[in-house]
C-alpha cells in the first residue's frame, strides 16, 4: 500500500492521446467506446483503440476517410493519419500506408 505523498509522486493524469500520434495504425485493431464530461459536466462518447497500453482517440472523420479508402483498397493493412489545426479547427486527413 502507498501512502498519499508516494501515489502523489508517481501520479500521472489520465489522458487519452489522439490517433495521430501514432506512427503508423493497422486497421485490424479493436475499437473501444469510451464516456467524458466536457467542462461543463455534458456527458459525450468517442472511439479508441489502445496501443500498448494508452488510449488513442479516433475522430469520426478518420473513420469516414478510411471507409472511402478501403472501398477502393480493401486489401489495406495500415495507415497513418496527418493532423493540422487545433480544437474545433482541426482537420485530419488518413494517409494509406500498404
Not at 505523498?5 to 490517433?19: L, V
Not at 467506446?33 to 496501443?51: A, I, L, P
Request: proline residues 3%; negative net charge.
Amino acid at each position: 500500500m502507498a501512502t498519499i505523498k508516494e501515489e502523489a509522486k508517481d501520479f500521472k493524469p489520465m489522458q487519452t492521446k489522439n490517433i495521430a500520434d501514432l506512427d503508423k495504425v493497422d486497421v485490424s485493431l479493436d475499437i473501444q467506446d469510451r464516456e467524458g464530461t466536457d467542462k461543463d459536466d455534458n456527458v459525450f462518447k468517442y472511439k479508441v483503440v489502445v496501443v500498448g497500453g494508452e488510449d488513442y482517440r479516433i475522430p469520426n472523420i478518420v473513420i469516414g476517410q478510411l471507409k472511402s479508402i478501403l472501398e477502393k483498397k480493401s486489401d489495406l493493412k495500415t495507415f497513418s493519419v496527418s493532423k493540422t489545426g487545433t480544437g474545433l479547427s482541426t482537420q485530419y486527413t488518413v494517409i494509406p500506408m500498404d
